[in-house]
């Protein structure tokens, strides 16, 4: 999706930065469609305009993070060789890797805040609202591609270095956890009954 944002909308010339006019070009599609769509009269007036509050990006920097809980971990530990180390690697990745930083500089979610209760539940409901007919057609893709809608976590919920793990890799770590439970949840059973 990113990529066809910069065929098509990114403009080099402009002296705003990349992100930001992604960020413009997210917020007046998503007020031009929740402005479309069928008011649900949260706020009581059908000619209230639907604004945007504040798009915030997500990166996928799961990499850098890493390198930094192991900093972390060095200066808790006082292992100030380590952390000179991991600093070098971070520092030599950032100069050297473009593939590593243009990765860092791509957004991966956007967190959108709306400005009224009425344009909250339109998003929220934004998902249904877009496989009716008559806005399947115009509003069914978003820069080419369907997109999932869904309320985010409060940001203090969001252990934002787990972010990074797959579908498949929390999946795992859920079976292996009931796993372990079911174990001692046994042995438990099986200690008390003789007992």
């Known amino acids: 999706m990113y990529d066809r944002f910069l065929e098509s909308y990114y403009q080099d010339s402009n002296p705003i ?5 992604f960020k413009l070009y997210v917020k007046y599609e998503m007020e031009t469609r929740l402005n479309n769509f ?7 007036n059908e000619e209230q305009q639907i604004n945007v509050a504040v798009i915030t990006c ?11 809980q192991q900093r972390g971990t060095h200066i808790k530990n006082e292992k100030w060789d380590k952390v000179d180390k991991v600093e ?5 990745a950032l100069k050297k890797d473009k593939q590593l930083l243009d990765k860092l500089q791509r957004p991966c979610s956007a967190f959108i805040t709306m400005e009224t209760e009425e344009g909250y539940y339109r998003l929220e409901n934004y998902n249904d609202t877009v496989e009716m ?8 893709t978003f820069l080419g591609h369907e997109i999932e809608v869904r309320s985010a976590s409060e940001p203090t919920d969001i252990i934002w270095e787990n972010r990074g793990y797959s579908e498949f890799t929390r999946n795992w770590k859920k079976v292996v956890t ?18």
């Open 178 to 195: 009931a796993l372990i439970i079911l174990f001692l949840l046994s042995v438990s059973f099986t200690v008390i009954f003789f007992c």
């Open 133 to 140: 007919a008559q806005y399947k057609e115009k509003y069914g």
């Open 17 to 21: 930065s990349e992100i930001n006019q």
């Open 38 to 44: 069928p008011n649900l009269g949260y706020d009581g």
């Open 58 to 68: 997500a990166f996928d920097n799961k990499k850098v993070i890493k390198w930094l």
């Open 88 to 92: 070098k690697t971070i520092d030599d």
